[in-house]
């Protein structure tokens, strides 16, 4: 039971995305935002996996977590 998933976060912040999307009517996140959409996936996938193991005392949940920045050609 294993669940893998990869997941890129903008670099915005709050205060640009509001002004765009004041500007142009979308409805782009901040950075804030998309981290939090991440716990909530992580919980989820916890959820998943320990749901398909049985939740057994003394069992456990490896979580592997790589960061890495990603910098635009500029």
């Known amino acids: 039971m294993e669940k893998s998933k990869k997941i890129s976060i903008p670099v915005q ?36 996996v320990g749901e398909e193991g049985g939740w057994y005392l003394s069992d456990s949940i490896e979580i592997e977590i790589k960061v890495k920045y990603c910098p635009e050609d500029k």
């Open 13 to 48: 912040s709050k205060e640009d995305c509001e002004k765009f999307n004041k500007k142009f009517g979308t409805n782009f996140k901040s950075m804030e935002e998309h981290v939090s959409d991440v716990v909530d996936e992580l919980h989820n996938m916890i959820e998943t």
